[in-house]
């Protein structure tokens, strides 16, 4: 499984988005690896424009969902002292995607820099796409 961030869904969802960030996510849905995160989809469905309100929810309704629940909370507190403490400004619900992503073992495709700097502090890991933006199913 691994856990989209909403960069993705957003450059996806872009007419002239990038078309390999395009291609990864389609084949991530492709082998039903794609999955969604409750701050994912307060990111993604509170900035969408009302023309893309249900095209956009009907697509999430079909993907594995994973909500937050108050043990993931305190976990997020304590990645975000983690990181503050080796000196990294992160925001708030990067961490908590973050945080989810590390907890549940799965990696996060994401085009933010932000995941990159908590990657290399923190063990969370990354989801890079195969040849042709084809689905890997471990990090090679």
């Known amino acids: ?11 996806a969802l872009r007419r002239q988005g ?3 960030v395009k291609v990864a996510l389609e084949a991530l849905l492709e082998a039903y690896e ?4 409750a701050p994912v989809r307060l ?8 023309e893309e309100r249900r095209m956009i929810g009907s697509y999430f309704s079909i993907i594995p969902y994973r909500s937050v629940g108050p043990d993931d909370w305190e976990r997020a507190i ?13 925001p ?8 989810l992503a590390i907890h549940d073992c799965v990696r996060l495709f994401t085009i933010d820099g932000h995941f990159e700097k908590i990657a290399q502090n923190a063990g969370l890991m990354l989801y ?13």
Do not use: H, K
Request: with cysteine.
């Open 43 to 50: 990111e993604v469905m509170g900035g969408s424009r009302r």
């Open 78 to 90: 304590s990645l975000a002292w983690r990181l503050r403490g080796a000196g990294l400004t992160v």
């Open 1 to 11: 499984m691994v856990l989209v961030d909403s960069s993705v869904w957003i450059e």
């Open 128 to 140: 890079r796409p195969g040849y042709g933006g084809s689905f890997q199913p471990d990090n090679v």
């Open 92 to 99: 708030w619900l990067d961490v908590l995607i973050a945080s």
């Open 18 to 20: 990038r078309l390999d």
């Open 34 to 37: 794609a999955q969604l995160c």
